[in-house]
């Protein structure tokens, strides 16, 4: 709807202004192309992060023989660099500008891959020890994501100035499916690039390796188009200049003017009021640290060893599981916007019970798996359809409901604590999986698989006395879901149910 004040501003304060007037707006177009910059930028990211994690650089360890604590550790260490986001949160508030911060941090840590792609190379020319090679490329990981997770709560930070708070859940559901397309169509054709490479899968994805340092730094291009923000001002978006929709009749990316008086622009309203006491102090934000602890640890007890159980246990061919991964990344797509909508017609927390529940079973779905048939054709894909579709819901509202219940004064503290808690607790849950497979042998990975659905179930406990400003309750939850549901699937009218304002 329409602003119905004549200068409406919508602002999102980093440091206390004593006079508004002075604090720089944001205009329309500046906006608008920012968002265009931002999504782009994270289009030929994708592609960068496909192919230097994940399925592809699970099935590069496995090749050199990687050990399952190994594997784990593959999957640890981005959530051990994200301890440092506290730090990175610090320097990067005393900068003047969130563009050239992120620019040379991101750069460095993209730059690191090109030694590797070329020692990949030479060694599938002149093999030597594999165990140097893996411990190359768990060094480069290392301080590749070291530097990002520096960068990472001043890249969050930025996108909240740009983004308007009642528009998150549109906006990055908008975002987030054009990184779910890139990967629907990246992975399968990577992975059946690097299987079917004449020299070999360790020559093809080193090869590959050389197209992610490329596509990172296009990315990286895309990101300089964004406007600049200077962490020691305030800024405003100008409202009355917005356009009215994210995504305009020419498929162009915009913000709404669907802003009355936001909570982002109120400081006294629940939810968002400045900081005038200590994190320990703010029960609701210590119960959602309570929340993302326990789910990344029970998530990734699971988590970064299904690809490991369907190459190495299984011993099936790569392009069957990238096929499999491009699967999840379909049902992320399809769904990603759908979860956006829901998200800001009734709430975060709601969809993250909801839909938390069901992904709280996932593993035990794969309980019973093998290679047999009706696994490789049936099984298989509807797990990763399954798993792709829910997962898009909690990781959108997780992040929405962090932007929510974090005070807006010091925000990139906030969310580098939440990173550096979510890294700190991942890390755990993936060398005790790692540990635990190897401890218990043959049956282990079941038994893994069993340990991290009853601790994802814990998980969800915190997330109950959580409030969220102007979410739901569940039963008015379920009944919004059954009604997009039906409207999604049958063209059916909704009904009048309160939505979110």
């Known amino acids: 709807m329409a602003p119905n004040q004549e200068n409406l501003e919508l602002a999102l304060i980093w440091e206390p202004a004593t006079d508004r007037s002075l604090s720089p707006k944001l205009a329309k177009a500046d906006i608008r192309s920012s968002l265009q910059a931002s999504t782009l930028d994270g289009v030929f990211a994708t592609i960068f992060t496909t192919i230097t994690s994940g399925v592809l650089l699970s099935n590069f360890l496995v090749e050199l023989n990687a050990t399952p604590l190994q594997i784990g550790m593959l999957a640890s260490i981005p959530m051990v660099a994200n301890l440092l986001q506290p730090l990175g949160a610090y320097w990067a508030d005393r900068t003047t500008s969130r563009r050239w911060y992120g620019l040379w941090v991101y750069g460095i840590s993209r730059i690191l891959w090109l030694p590797l792609a070329i020692a990949i190379i030479t060694f599938s020319w002149h093999p030597l020890d594999p165990q140097r090679m893996i411990i190359a490329t768990l060094a480069v990981l290392l301080a590749t994501h070291v530097l990002a997770a520096i960068g990472s709560a001043s890249w969050l930070a930025w996108l909240a100035t740009l983004v308007p708070r009642q528009l998150r859940g549109r906006y990055f559901g908008f975002r987030n499916s054009t990184f779910s397309l890139t990967s629907l169509i990246a992975i399968p054709l990577l992975g059946f690039v690097v299987s079917r490479w004449s020299g070999g899968t360790i020559q093809g994805f080193g090869v590959m390796v050389l197209l992610?340092?490329?596509?990172?730094?296009?990315?990286?291009?895309?990101?300089?188009?964004?406007?600049?923000?200077?962490?020691?001002?305030?800024?405003?978006?100008?409202?009355?200049?917005?356009?009215?929709?994210?995504v305009g009749s020419n498929g162009s990316i915009a913000v709404t003017t669907e802003l009355e008086s936001s909570p982002i622009a109120d400081v006294s309203e629940p939810g968002v009021e400045m900081v005038h006491t200590s994190i320990l102090n703010n029960k609701h934000f210590l119960l959602f640290l309570l929340y993302c602890g326990l789910w990344a640890c029970g998530a990734n007890l699971s988590n970064p060893f299904f690809n490991l159980y369907l190459l190495d246990n299984l011993s099936l061919d790569l392009s069957w599981v990238t096929?499999?991964?491009?699967?999840?990344?379909?049902?992320?797509?399809?769904l990603l916007l759908f979860w956006g909508k829901l998200a800001d017609r009734i709430g975060n927390r709601p969809i993250l019970l909801l839909v938390g529940a069901l992904v709280a079973i996932v593993p035990l779905l794969w309980l019973g798996t093998g290679n047999t048939s009706t696994s490789i054709w049936l099984w298989f894909p509807l797990l990763h359809l399954l798993s792709g579709g829910t997962w898009a819901a909690i990781n959108l509202c997780i992040n929405n409901l962090q932007l929510e219940i974090a005070p807006v004064r010091h925000q990139t503290q906030y969310f580098a604590l939440t990173a550096a808690i979510v890294g700190a607790s991942g890390a755990i849950g993936t060398m005790v999986g790692g540990w635990l497979i190897e401890l218990l042998g043959a049956n282990g990975m079941m038994k893994l698989f069993a340990l991290s659905s009853g601790l994802r179930v814990v998980a969800l406990l915190p997330l109950l006395w959580v409030q969220e400003p102007q979410s739901h309750s569940a039963r008015a939850t379920i009944q919004r879901l059954m009604q997009r549901i039906q409207h999604w699937l049958l063209g059916a009218e909704s009904s009048d149910l309160p939505v979110k304002n």
């Open 212 to 246: 992610a340092v490329v596509a990172g730094f296009i990315s990286l291009g895309f990101q300089a188009c964004m406007v600049d923000i200077n962490p020691q001002t305030p800024h405003l978006i100008d409202a009355q200049s917005l356009p009215e929709t994210i």
């Open 323 to 334: 096929l499999y991964n491009g699967l999840d990344a379909g049902a992320n797509l399809l």
